[in-house]
T-cell receptor, first 114, second 113 residues
Framework: DGGITQSPKYLFRKEGQNVTLSCEQN?????MYWYRQDPGQGLRLIYY???????QKGDIAEGYSVSREKKESFPLTVTSAQKNPTAFYLC?????????????FGDGTRLSIL | QQQVKQSPQSLIVQKGGISIINCAYE??????FPWYQQFPGKGPALLIA?????SEKKEGRFTISFNKSAKQFSLHIMDSQPGDSATYFC????????????FGSGTRLQVQP
């Protein structure tokens, strides 16, 4: 079945540590996205990529980094510069970057601080 | 200008009743308005979407009403069922320029049996 796989499901970060969240899609979609979800705040865009080897900052990119070396993969690194990383992180993809394309979401990674 | 405001924050409806969730936007460049449904521990899933050239779109028990002049749109769930209990998000995006979705803050719907 085609879809988006996020791993791990749960992740714990120590102070000063960088952690990387995995996102893989087998939908052959061009565009991929990372969102952060906090209670009562909806989903906020961290980074998005419209095509391989290209990505753009979203609304809350500080303390995060991404890469898009392969079409199917869009990993997110939460760096030590992100002072409040505890949240539910969602990866999504769409067939093309156009704004009217449905976004398909993975089941998320819940990140907590130890 | 990127904001999408959603209300209410939570909603309790009796089985068989109508659930209504409202959203308002500021950016007149938005031209795609989807609604997503999210169950606990899962990612959101697209429920229904509308373009601003129509005032209403219906799919089964779910209807989007769109008022372009007021910059508002709403989701109506007819004959609400306990299985509809979830968090609902409205969103908006542009066809050109920054095309990523801007989400509302979400509405937690509980349908009581």
């Amino acid at each position: 079945d085609g879809g988006i796989t996020q791993s791990p499901k749960y992740l714990f970060r120590k102070e000063g540590q960088n952690v990387t969240l995995s996102c893989e899609q087998n939908l052959n979609h061009d565009a991929m996205y990372w969102y952060r979800q906090d209670p009562g705040q909806g989903l906020r865009l961290i980074y998005y990529s419209q095509i391989v080897n290209d990505f753009q900052k979203g609304d809350i990119a500080e303390g995060y980094s991404v890469s898009r070396e392969k079409k199917e993969s869009f990993p997110l690194t939460v760096t030590s510069a992100q002072k409040n990383p505890t949240a539910f992180y969602l990866c999504a993809s769409s067939r093309t970057p156009e704004g009217n394309q449905p976004q398909h979401f993975g089941d998320g990674t819940r990140l907590s601080i130890l | 200008q990127q904001q999408v405001k959603q209300s209410p924050q939570s909603l309790i409806v009796q089985k068989g009743g109508i659930s209504i969730i409202n959203c308002a936007y500021e950016n007149t460049a938005f031209d795609y308005f989807p609604w997503y449904q999210q169950f606990p521990g899962k990612g959101p899933a697209l429920l229904i979407a509308i373009r601003p050239d129509v005032s209403e779109k219906k799919e089964g028990r779910f209807t989007i009403s769109f008022n372009k002049s007021a910059k508002q749109f709403s989701l109506h769930i007819m004959d609400s069922q306990p299985g509809d209990s979830a968090t609902y998000f409205c969103a908006a995006s542009r066809y050109t320029g920054r095309r990523a979705l801007t989400f509302g803050s979400g509405t937690r719907l509980q349908v009581q049996p």
